[in-house]
């Protein structure tokens, strides 16, 4: 669902991402480990469709985003849940209505949007603090409410950058439940952490490793088999041919680092 | 975003910067009060220009049954008096003209049932320039008085040059000031409509990460601005409407002058005029007022 192919950008001139290829498929759960300055966040900006790749192609479903217009991208970021790493909320509103707007965007009704907002705050935060405003939480509160945004509904993509930083035990555990329970409803999630416990969490719970590195993914083949491509299919978002692709380009990759 | 959203983000974004929002309300005020007060003051200093520029100082009117031979006899022995510089014979078809040029079309369809036989025929005279022009007057009307067929006589003599000249400072004096007023209160305007431009900035932000059309970003702020903007524009209209006639009457009294027959209020297409710019203004302002990043540097 989220495919990143040979995707570089550079950061004040230098390179933040080199040649990346990565997946991540409906229904599956990617961590993405590295330490500060790796390229974490700039891999998930880019895989949601948030900051442009220098190169590469960014596939979200069956459009390559960075051959769209500016005006078309707003139609594929409404179907990502982003959580960026400083959560960017509109401090004048309340926590429910922050949660809302994910929804708004999407044409939700009001009254559904209103309950579904409410259940996902009492899932990830505090129900007690849906009439507050948002610039009277805390950093930490306020990532949880950010983080509520980004799974409300839930979308079919889910990119959250840190979420656990700076949380304590139980709500990191909150946090690795509330991803599964995404992942669980089908969608495809890709978490970045530099914390090696909150990685091996979402591990302990199915999730796939991915290393990151001076911009590089480490290790292994970072590209995501499509355990049910019929996800996809029904998801309306792409035909199977497509998760056929997927595994065939995957394939010639593997092949071809093999080779060489 | 459905309407119903959009709606709602108009409204809550205006709760938010209300100060900001009735400020914008209280500069469209006053821009509307001062332009306005512009177009109704240009529309009476004209209609007083007319009657001063006309540089009459006597106007004799005629008994009807006066005939042709009797006004050119009138008409003769003024012109030989030696102060007289002009004389002029109004007839009651141009009397009418004139006052339908000096009405303005605001003033309404009663002057259209008008006829010609309802204005008396009348002698305008004005006087050569004198120091004693206000004495001269005053003598040529009580002679004018005494004169078979006329039946009154209206000495304009005091300070008619001086007014006109008051007048024409007054109109000049009157554009600075709205000039200066205008500028002023869009100034104070674009100053607070801009001001609240950091916050949106951000607003608009979060709604580009999640995936809102530029078009529906800026949409709540184009909505609540082109609302301040018709609301004030409104309330001048209101304001306008309730205190012009007793402005203009207060100053008609103050000049020492007759009121002038012109209407005393915009008409339909000025006031539709106003409210449409003061709409689009405040929905340009909107646009300007939120800007919509395409990529995030998040």
């Known amino acids: 669902m989220i495919w990143l192919e040979g995707v570089s950008t550079l950061r004040a001139g230098r390179p933040a991402l080199s040649d990346v290829m990565l997946g991540v498929s409906g229904g599956e759960l990617v961590v993405v480990h590295g330490p500060t300055g790796s390229g974490k966040s700039s891999l998930l900006a880019v895989a949601a469709g948030i900051r442009a790749p220098d190169s590469g192609a960014v596939w979200i479903g069956n459009h390559n985003i960075v051959g769209l217009q500016a005006s078309s991208l707003p139609y594929v970021r409404r179907n990502v849940g982003y959580l960026s790493p400083e959560p960017l909320l509109i401090p004048d509103e309340t926590v429910l209505e922050n949660i809302m707007l994910a929804l708004a965007v999407r044409g939700q009704a009001i009254d559904s949007a209103e309950a579904d907002a409410r259940e996902t705050l009492a899932m990830v935060g505090d129900s007690a603090w849906e009439g507050r405003l948002a610039k009277s939480l805390s950093t930490g509160q306020q990532r949880l409410v950010a983080l509520a945004r980004a799974l409300v509904g839930p979308p079919p993509l889910v990119v959250v950058d840190e979420p656990a930083s700076g949380m304590g035990a139980e709500e990191r555990e909150g946090i690795a439940r509330a991803l599964i329970w995404a992942r669980d409803r089908g969608c495809a999630v890709l978490c970045a952490t530099s914390d090696p416990g909150f990685a091996e969490m979402l591990v302990d719970v199915g999730g796939r490793r991915v290393d990151v590195e001076a911009g590089r993914i480490a290790g292994a083949p970072a590209i995501g088999l499509v355990p049910n491509p019929v996800h996809l299919v029904e998801q309306g978002e792409a035909k199977s041919g497509d998760a056929a692709e997927v595994i065939r380009l995957s394939d010639r990759r593997s092949s071809g680092e093999e080779s060489s | ?298």
């Open chain 2, 1 to 298: 975003m459905t309407f119903g959203w959009i709606l709602r983000r108009a409204r809550r974004q205006t709760a938010s910067a209300r100060r900001a929002v009735w400020a914008a309300a209280a500069s469209f005020l006053i821009l509307g009060l001062v332009g306005g007060a512009a177009v109704l003051g240009l529309r009476a200093t004209r209609g007083w220009m007319n009657t001063v520029g006309q540089g009459v100082h006597v106007i004799a009117f005629l008994r009807d049954d006066v005939n042709a031979e009797q006004v050119s006899q009138l008409v003769d022995r003024l012109q030989r008096q030696p102060s007289v510089a002009r004389v002029h014979v109004v007839e009651p078809a141009e009397a009418l003209v004139r006052l339908r040029d000096a009405a303005q079309p605001a003033t309404g369809s009663w002057l259209a049932d008008l006829e010609p036989g309802y204005f008396p025929r009348s002698i305008e005279v004005a006087l050569a320039a004198s120091a004693d022009l206000a004495p001269r007057a005053a003598e040529l009307s009580r002679r004018l008085r005494g004169l078979d067929g006329v039946t009154g006589v209206d000495a304009m003599t005091e300070g008619v040059a001086r007014l006109a000249a008051w007048v024409r400072f007054g109109q000049r004096l009157g554009w600075a000031v709205v000039l200066a007023a205008g500028i002023a209160a869009l100034s104070f305007l674009v100053g607070s409509v801009l001001r609240g431009r950091e916050a949106r900035r951000r607003q608009a932000q979060v709604l580009v990460i999640l995936g809102e059309t530029a078009g529906n970003i800026r949409l709540p702020a184009n909505i609540a601005l082109a609302a301040a903007g018709l609301a004030g524009a409104l309330a001048a209209l209101v304001v306008l409407r309730l205190a012009w006639p007793a402005v203009l009457v207060a100053v008609e009294r103050g000049l020492g002058i007759a009121p002038v027959p012109v209407g005393f209020f915009l008409g339909f297409w000025e006031s539709a005029i106003g409210l449409t710019t003061a709409l689009v203004l405040g929905w340009v302002l909107g646009y300007v007022s939120t800007p919509v990043p395409g990529w995030v540097d998040a």
